[in-house]
């Protein structure tokens, strides 16, 4: 499975970006995964945001960005979405994009756990 970030760059504190994932090589339907996003600040620790069943679109979110952050994904091209709004100079990270198939989808995923598979990451900056 490859996992291929896109849309990250540079914007300023209030504005939007929308970031997406593609992925290929599956083993299983694309609907039959749980996809993620996760990031890491520099000098900080991964922190799961958002999880989607691509099954049903249930999704969870960090708190840290629900309300702001929409996560969404289209089985039809296998890719999945993070529309990012309101943005803060505190979501300044790489953005990673994962994969996974767990046995039960829950909020867990936020923790990475399940998540097989993982992109290389796209930069968002945000500046005051």
């Known amino acids: 499975v490859q996992l291929v970030e896109s849309g990250g760059g540079s914007v300023q504190a209030g504005g939007s970006l929308r970031v997406s994932c593609a992925g290929t090589?599956?083993?299983?339907?694309?609907?039959?995964?749980?996809m993620g996003w996760f990031r890491q600040a520099p000098g900080k620790g991964r922190e799961g945001i958002s999880c989607?069943?691509?099954?049903?679109?249930?999704?969870y979110y960090a708190d840290s960005v629900k309300g702001r952050f929409t996560i969404s994904s289209n089985n039809a091209n296998n890719t999945v979405y993070l529309q990012m709004n309101s943005l803060k100079p505190e979501d300044t990270a790489v953005y990673y994009c994962?994969?996974?198939?767990?046995?039960?989808?829950?909020?867990?995923?936020?923790?990475?756990?399940?998540?097989?598979?993982w992109g290389k990451g796209t930069v968002i900056t945000v500046s005051t």
């Open positions: 090589g599956f083993r299983f339907d694309f609907e039959d995964y749980v």
């Open positions: 994962a994969a996974g198939d767990p046995d039960h989808f829950s909020d867990y995923c936020l923790t990475g756990f399940g998540m097989s598979y």
């Open positions: 989607i069943s691509n099954h049903d679109g249930s999704a």
